[in-house]
């Protein structure tokens, strides 16, 4: 299936000035895009949570999969459930899986693999800073499985994910 069947969405924050904050009541915590590969998000930057709530894009919702958009292209993550309702820089894809198409874990198994991150990377353009835009990558050709291997994949990684934020929290 194509990428954009499987997805309700590819896109980013869109570009604009940040306003951070020091008082965590203000703020939302703002993941750059070295971050989203971070075990620890305990002493991240704060964005304005005003900021935030103008901009809807910038909040991660669960299951999604972050990738990488500039700078080092391709680095790719699972949004788990610590890192849910965080901000994010627009230099971070998000994708967003219609879990009646496909389950979440299964489509970062895929694009996060050492099939899916060259495929994502070949729809890299510009000659002096290179990026992709969602529409570089919507055509992607995802493999399917019969739902049971899927499912599967997918519950490994929600696993990994849970056992993730539960050390956070743990620490």
């Not at 703002?30 to 909040?59: K, T, W």
């Not at 901000?87 to 874990?105: D, F, M, N, T, Y």
């Not at 929600?158 to 056992?163: F, G, K, N, S």
Request: proline share 6%; aromatic share 8%; charged share 20%.
């Amino acid at each position: 299936d194509k990428l954009s069947e499987v997805t309700s969405g590819i896109f980013h924050a869109g570009r604009e000035g940040r306003l951070w904050v020091d008082v965590p009541e203000h703020g939302v915590p703002f993941l750059g895009s070295s971050d989203i590969l971070a075990a620890d998000l305990s002493n991240l930057p704060l964005l304005s949570r005003r900021q935030v709530d103008r901009n809807h894009l910038f909040v991660l919702g669960a299951h999604w999969t972050l990738i990488t958009r500039s700078g080092t292209i391709g680095r790719m993550a699972y949004v788990r459930p610590d890192m849910a309702g965080m901000a994010c820089s627009e230099h971070v894809l998000r994708v967003v899986p219609k879990s009646e198409c496909i389950p979440p874990g299964y489509l970062y198994a895929f694009l996060s693999s050492r099939y899916g991150v060259p495929l994502v990377v070949s729809g890299t353009f510009g000659s002096i800073i290179q990026h992709i835009e969602p529409a570089n990558i919507e055509g992607l050709e995802v493999p399917r499985f019969p739902q049971s291997k899927e499912r599967s994949i997918h519950d490994k990684v929600e696993r990994a994910a849970d056992l993730r934020s539960r050390a956070n929290k743990a620490l």
